[in-house]
């Protein structure tokens, strides 16, 4: 050892040597470090893409009836009651029936009546769809294709996100269908979750953090138990709502006892309630932090002027808190928004035109209709399960931003 | 005044404090709700399975030991179900150990304060995106990548790798979030010290840093592991339908998760041996993620290595 370290020459063509391989080896891996955190980005980026690409792009629509055969002049100039015979004469009886009772035809405005025929008398309906980089780059592969298989087909651009599918219900004909139940569903949802979850988990905290210090064995089991809750899969929350709320509780969660009749269980309030147990954990755990931020010292001032527990608790902590609760909570309810498999074990309906009424309705969320849309095997269902998921992506991210410059601004004011 | 013990005794009858009484019975229910919770679930899934196991020719053994899952024809083997789990987990975690972990190095010891600003937001949104996005992602982004590179013929439509490698992605924000809270939990006079014998970053990273934060990494990775077994959209959507014992991962195979989802998606009636069995199964997957939680919370407790 120390022979061959006494040796000058020896040691600096080895350690030369050694340096040019390690420093080779560091800069090997330290671009392989870089490139793992490139694809986590790229990823991201082309998920997004690809749900873009599926959400715009060329579409080819031919009409079923023959136009010239309905009406000689051009459909667009004929005037209100000419519409509604139009309607009446070519429509079965039934459905200017359920038509007429929705709204009667006569009171209806033209662009609705337009649009009736559009859909129903004439029936022009989408044939054929093409993803947005496609329809950029190749268009012309497009118009071969629809050439050849639809000749009377025109082609035109669309963008399957567009105002009429936020405000339009369910259908089977996919240009026609919309999230607006999806929407009310998802907002009512939340709203449910929210009003159980948040004074629950609050005062969980408040417990936790405030008053079980002294009682170390009680809350390292409550301790305990919410982080092994935090991480039990969603879907096994979905069975518990199924077996408690869907089921045991069904005289209470179907509105039976509250005089609502024709219900089972599977409503809005049986998955509200399911989504505040799996978020419960999530918020506790939020609120403790925000709770253990507050700094002592104001807690000892409020003891040393003579106020109770409760009070300190009320007048100092929780208002020099609470910034950083409604953030954990936003996050959590961001969470509660998003999740699909517990709702459809609870037994969201997938086909659902109705709006719902109360907390007592069956109900559908976005989530669930991107899934439905999904699984369907055609392409335009997959567009607007792209355009549904956009939607919720851009509700999630304007959570997210709401909860981030709240958090910025607390900060600031401090 | 204050020496006269009747003013004091008044001053004590005034405050009878009921309402904090009241307010800290309230508390404490808040704080014990949550152990009803897992009580619930624990009962439920307990009761409901022992039905399922009560029912003539359904017994333990054959569940856990059995190859086909076959309700119609009374065959509850529920292996099928394990193995599409278990190689949907593995290729998710294939993708998400190696690149959450090297995206956790580098973020924590490679990336400037101003990149890093950047890139975790980033990260942050890519865990914040719903499951059913993901399984979009999976059918209709993956699958066709992977039909055009193994062949139209090799590759299902429903594919259990198609599912697993979006669960990578799916994954890698949490292994590296966790990861990256370990390393940078590692004081600086380790790094400085290393740096001052000589080493490079590399080796300070891979034989100073990564040792001293091995407890919190290992603990990253089994609750990523939980998640991907308990993870049911993408394989929902993207996995198959249909139980299929096969160690192929270009085939179709349903996951337990997927199962249970397809089952009760529609009108699932009560006491019928389909009703019973998604308790059964969900009584396995709640048993197997508990497990791979406790272990990972215990080793990250147990073995943080605990500077000053």
Known sequence: MTSSFGNPT??????????????????????????????????????????????????????????????????????????VTLIESNLTINRVKTLDKEKPLTERSR??????????????????????????????????????????????????????????????????????????????LILITLLVAFPLGVSAAIFLEEYAASETKLSRIIQTNIDNLAGVPSIIYGILGLAIFVRVFSTFTSGEVFGVEGNNGRTILSAGLTMSLLVLPILITNAQEAIRAVPNSLRLASYGLGATQWQTIWHHVLPNALPGILTGTILAISRALGETAPLIIVGAATYITKDPTGIFSSFTAIPIQIYNWTTRPQAEFRSIAAAAILVLVFMLLSFNSIAIIWRNRSQKNR | MITNPNVKMTIFKKKSRWNEKLIRFFLTFAGIFSIFTTVAIVYELGKESLLFFGLPGIDLVDFLTGTTWQPVIGKFGVLPLLLSTIITSFFGMLVSIPLGLGAAIFLSEYATQKTRKVLKPILEILAGIPTVVYGYFALTFMTPVLRAIFGQGNVQ?????????????????????????????????????????????????LQIVLPAALSGVIAAILLGISRAVGETMIVAVAAGSGPNFTFNPLKGAETMTGYIARIS????????????????????????????????????????????
Do not use: C
Not at chain 1, 19 to 44: D, G, M, P, Y
Not at chain 1, 157 to 179: H, V
Not at chain 2, 168 to 180: A, F, K, Q, T, V
Not at chain 2, 269 to 287: H, M, Q, R, V
């Open chain 2, 157 to 205: 439509i429903y594919n259990m790798l198609s599912a697993g490698l979006v669960m990578g992605i799916m994954i890698l924000p949490l292994i590296s979030s966790m990861s990256e809270d370990a390393l940078h939990a590692v004081p600086q006079s380790l790094r400085d010290a290393a740096f001052g014998l000589g080493a490079t970053r590399l080796e300070v990273t």
């Open chain 1, 111 to 188: 662009k609705d009546l337009l649009s009736i025929v559009e859909n129903e008398v004439i029936q022009s309906r989408v044939v054929a769809s093409y993803p947005l980089f496609k329809s950029i780059l190749t268009p012309g592969g497009f118009q071969n294709e629809v050439a050849q298989k639809f000749p009377q087909a025109t082609i035109r651009f669309k963008a399957w996100l567009n105002p009429q599918f936020l405000t339009k219900t369910m259908s089977n004909i996919p240009e026609q269908a919309g999230i607006r139940t999806a929407i009310l569903g998802s907002f009512l």
């Open chain 2, 265 to 308: 998606g529609g009108d699932l009636a009560y006491d019928t041996p389909d009703y019973n069995s998604i308790f059964a199964i969900g009584f396995l997957l709640f048993i197997i993620t508990l497990i791979l939680n406790m272990i990972s919370r215990k080793i990250s407790r147990k073995y943080r290595e605990v500077y000053e």
């Open chain 1, 10 to 83: 020896f040691l600096e063509q080895n350690s030369d040597l050694n340096l040019e391989k390690r420093q080779k080896k560091a800069s090997f891996f330290a671009a392989l470090f870089r490139l793992s955190t490139l694809i986590a980005v790229v990823a991201l980026s082309i998920l997004l893409l690809s749900i873009i690409n599926q959400a715009f792009g060329l579409v080819a629509i031919q009409d079923k009836q023959d136009r010239s055969a309905i009406s000689q002049v051009p459909v667009e100039q004929l005037s209100q009651s000419e519409l």
